[in-house]
């Protein structure tokens, strides 16, 4: 059945609805978890599901020129092609990027610009980003690929420490901004421990960095191209499932995407839907199948940035839509879905005094009590905040770690 | 021995009344059969390539003793290791193995030389191209390594780790993060030093791990401490698809080493490893500190089953390293003309070793996977059982350790 099969995807869906087998409170909550006739606490067999999703191609856009067939190699391609020629400080590096790169993303581009613009890095991550940020600092345009997101570890350091910290601790007078880092990130089906991994909850613990994960390749081109001239270090994930799968018309002229603006996919009254990455597909059959089967309109945000990430888009959408659902391929435990829901929490708390009653977001999982003691929305796993009677500030309330059903009052 | 002969002649001409002239014909075959195998040489004196000192006065012998029995025994390792990666190949074409495969055909030498300078109670490191090292630590049967390969219940770890993550008693994998096995290793030297029971770490790592920052932090620990541990360096040319010498500033790996002594060794040659190695665990053994060995050797296959091995160097190259220093060739040479074996005798011994091969690939074919109780086993070190989430919100796995 296709939807039992969507959530027995290998990868692990993070889902908000975790609560539903703690007390359910409403109607859209019981016909949910009809839907999933094998919803009950007990483990059982699993039969063994090839992970799927469907790549959605965005329709064609024109307000960027003429366009060609890409997909999301080829178009990072084309955004490094655009930028060696247009910015003659710009280099590329990395292990293995000269023949072209273990994904094609660096193909022709030695040939083109030359080897002292496209050249190898040993095999040293720590190295490379290091290394990158001194050329940054310098005044390069640096552009490192570490090849697998699994690897990019050693090279933490210099990212968190080192990289993010710059401007801040030389108080403007330098900066290495002109840095981006590139990594193929995500599920892949047969990568296992470490050519699968979605490190970016790890660094959006770290101000001073951009993290940016695009859907596709027109979103990848404009998206990297943003990082590149931004003026801060920004790492860009590049879901490598979509490398060959995503094929879209992308423009064959440079053409930027604002970073930290979450796009709204799809408009919808019921339930707010964020994902980024290979998982924004996944999000697009869900609501087509919650609207088909469940008659549940559902209004999808691909969030892009994930540090800074737009707060407002999101928390405008779960105000009108009063519930939310983030999904994401990388643990539930400290994954930035966590982030997400007490960031709204905690927002939506603060919309209560200006806020029409009825707009209050209410969950799924917990209903408003008359009483003062509110009961915010579960939006994930995170729990619950029961602020204190009179006062709305985050650091008198109370934060109840559980996962599972909201406690009485 | 002529009275035993003959004596034996004399027994055969007794049945050849019964049986006429055709007996007697099959009487002195034998006869002459028993003649060649008294005649085996039981071990004979090779002479070794000299290897290159840095910071040694003086290196490894170079001229071993190789016996008989030893001979047999390495060729049998290196022919089934050899048999086991082509077969794991065709199983990984079939799409029997899955994800990712690096094999380990060419390098024989390396892993049976080292193992047989080293005791089995010595501890070995290795990184992802680690099959043939869990066959000679371990001496299972190759069919728990087949099975890990395959991901079923009869593997090495029980089929979570794969290809890249095999364990046995005293090694330690089988590690996917490229250099990140070396530091480990080092800890290992550490522990031996430690626990005093004369034991040695051997710490390998490739060509391509020799420019991680790792593995300098991790020479300049054993230096500091004189820990008890060999480092090895399996140079096979190429890191992936990048040659040593576009990788390297310094592609002489065994002086990489700086203050820590270091010999470069013929890695095609089982026996030079083996006096290599004998003398790389005798130099730790005697206190005197760490010791780096480069192995020069040679990979058939590409990086992985996802290379095909010919875009960075030439066919021409591959078949030349195969004709000219093959590992396994050498020694069936070696003892073939050293009177130590017999043609046919390989050749049964091939033949047995490929009804193995075979029989383990059925095995790692028709075992069934590790149950769904124990996907999410080992986790955490717990006592009571952790739950934890299956791949939707509602399915609840148990992880035990």
Redesign the interface.
């Known amino acids: 059945m296709a939807a ?1 099969r969507l ?7 993070k ?1 908000s ?2 609560g ?2 703690g007390g359910v409170h409403s109607s859209l909550g019981l016909t949910l978890l009809k839907l ?1 006739p ?9 039969r063994r599901h090839a992970a799927h999703f469907t790549f959605h191609p965005d329709p064609v856009t024109t307000q960027y020129g003429p366009t060609q067939k890409m997909n999301l190699f080829q178009s990072v391609t084309s955004a490094l092609d655009n930028t060696l020629a247009s910015d003659p400080t710009a280099v590329i590096f990395g ?2 990027v000269a ?1 072209g790169g273990v994904f094609r993303c660096t193909v022709g581009l030695r040939d083109k610009y030359g080897k002292d613009r496209v050249f ?1 890095t ?3 991550e ?2 490379i980003v290091g290394f990158g940020i001194g050329a940054a600092v310098a005044g390069a345009t640096a552009i490192a690929e570490i090849q697998f997101a ?2 990019i570890y ?1 090279a933490f350091d210099q990212i968190v420490n080192e990289a993010a910290k710059y401007r801040y601790r030389s108080g403007n007078m330098f900066d290495c901004g002109k840095l981006t880092i590139r990594s193929p990130w995500g599920c892949v089906g ?6 699968s991994q979605s490190p970016e909850a790890f660094f959006a613990h770290c101000p001073g960095i951009k993290i940016v994960v695009p859907r596709g390749p027109v979103q990848a081109k404009g998206l990297l191209l943003s990082c590149i001239d931004d003026q801060n270090p920004c790492i860009f994930f590049e879901p490598k499932i979509l490398y060959r799968a995503a094929v879209e018309q992308v423009p064959t002229e440079a053409y930027h995407i604002p970073l930290s603006q979450a796009e709204v996919l799809q408009e919808g009254s019921d339930l707010t839907l964020v994902a980024w990455g290979t998982q924004v597909h996944v999000m697009r059959e869900v609501a087509a199948m919650a609207q088909e089967k469940l008659g549940v309109s559902c209004e999808l945000i691909d969030l892009q940035t994930i540090l800074p990430w737009d707060k407002e888009t999101v928390c405008k959408s779960v105000v009108k839509t009063g519930r939310l659902l983030v999904s994401h391929e990388a643990p ?1 435990t400290g994954g930035f879905a966590a982030e997400i829901s007490s960031t709204v929490q905690v927002r939506s708390r603060s919309h209560e005094s200006e806020i029409d009653q009825g707009l209050l977001p209410e969950c799924v999982l917990c209903r408003r009590s008359v009483s003062s003691t509110w009961r915010l929305p579960s939006v994930g796993f995170v729990g619950m905040i029961r602020p204190s009677r009179t006062s709305l500030s985050p650091s008198t309330s109370q934060i109840s770690g559980s996962a599972s059903r909201p406690s009485s009052a | 021995m002529q009275n035993m002969l003959t004596v034996i002649a004399n027994a055969f001409k007794g049945g050849a009344k019964i049986n006429g002239a055709q007996t007697v014909s099959e009487g002195s075959r034998m006869v002459v059969s028993a003649r060649s195998f008294a005649d085996f040489t039981p071990q004979a004196s090779f002479d070794i390539k000299r290897c290159d000192l840095h910071r040694l006065d003086e290196g490894p012998a170079l001229q071993t003793v190789l016996t008989r029995e030893d001979g047999l025994r390495y060729y049998r390792t290196m022919q089934t290791m050899r048999r086991m990666e082509l077969k794991a190949d065709q199983l990984y074409k079939q799409k029997i193995i ?3 495969c690096h094999l380990y055909d060419g390098q024989e030498a390396c892993a049976v030389g080292i193992e047989a300078g080293i005791n089995p109670m010595d501890h070995v490191i290795t990184a992802y191209r680690a099959h043939g090292y869990t066959y000679t630590r371990r001496v299972v049967p190759v069919k728990e390594i087949m099975a890990e390969l395959t991901g079923r219940r009869g593997g090495v770890a029980k089929g979570k780790g ?1 290809s ?2 095999m364990y046995a008693k005293n090694f330690y994998g089988g590690n ?4 990140a096995q070396v530091p480990l290793g080092a800890g290992v030297a550490l522990a031996c030093q430690y626990q005093g029971k004369n034991e040695v770490c051997v710490t390998l790592y490739g060509d ?2 020799a ?4 593995i300098f932090e991790s020479f300049n620990m054993a230096a500091l401490w004189k820990l008890p541990c060999i480092f090895i360096c399996e140079n096979n040319k190429y ?4 040659s040593v010498e ?3 500033a310094s592609t002489d790996y065994y002086k990489r080493g700086d203050y820590i002594p270091g010999l470069r060794v013929d890695g095609m040659d089982v026996l030079g490893v083996r006096e290599a190695t004998r003398f790389a665990a005798d130099f730790c053994r005697s206190g005197k500190g760490p010791i780096l060995m480069e192995l020069q050797t040679y990979r058939y296959h590409g990086h992985s089953m996802s290379d095909p091995g010919v ?2 160097r030439t066919r021409e190259e591959i078949q030349e390293v195969r004709s000219k220093s093959d590992p396994i060739s050498m020694l069936k040479d070696r003892m073939i003309s050293s009177n130590m074996a017999r043609v046919e005798e390989i050749k049964d011994i091939d033949a047995e070793i490929r009804t193995e091969i075979e029989e383990a690939a059925q095995f790692a074919t028709s075992d069934p996977e590790p149950p ?2 124990e996907l999410c086993n080992h986790i955490f070190y717990n006592d009571a059982p952790l739950e934890v ?10 992880s035990t350790s």
């Open positions: 039992s959530f027995w995807r290998t990868s692990g869906v889902s609805l975790t539903l087998t999933y094998d919803c009950t606490a007990k483990p059982k067999t699993q292990e293995d023949f190898n040993p095999l040293c720590q190295g699994d690897y050693p047969h990568g296992s421990l470490y050519h539930v | 899955r994800g990712f794969g890249m993550h996917g993060i490229v250099g391509g791990a420019n991680q920052g790792q890191g992936m698809g990048t576009r990788a390297s875009s960075y769904l109780e989430r299956g791949t939707n919100p509602w399915t609840r796995l148990k």
